[in-house]
Nanobody, 124 residues
């Protein structure tokens, strides 16, 4: 079993900044990618940013130029720095990880894992 623990959400004024962090732990053999998705009320869950183990990053068009995702392979963690925040950024943000699990010290299945979510609210 693998779990993702998120932190860093909160209330921010428009134009402000926020840094979200997520750490994976548990029966992990290797992590192939980690990132963040968000889901606003009444909307579907959409990709914000992700980063692969080799450092390749992907961003949603809505956050390009305002966000930066970084990972630490040794710590099994990912951070999302968000600047120039807008009210439309308000959503529940979910950490995501694509993980090959460890089973009895050997390679296990490949699975997607999700954090419980951390709320980001951008409002004056």
């Amino acid at each position: 079993q693998v779990q993702l623990v998120e932190s860093g959400g909160g209330l921010v004024q428009p134009g402000g900044s926020l840094r979200l962090s997520c750490t994976a732990s548990g029966d992990i053999y290797s992590i192939h990618a980690m990132g963040w998705y968000r889901q606003a009320e009444g909307n579907e869950r959409d990709l914000v940013a992700r980063i692969t183990r080799d450092g390749t990053s992907t961003y949603a068009d809505s956050v390009k130029g305002r966000s930066s995702v970084s990972g630490d392979n040794a710590k099994n963690s990912v951070d999302l720095q968000m600047d120039s925040l807008k009210p439309d950024d308000t959503a529940m943000y979910f950490c995501y990880a694509l993980i090959t699990e460890s089973y009895a010290g050997k390679i296990g299945p490949l699975r997607n894992y999700w954090g419980r979510g951390t709320q980001v609210t951008v409002s004056s």
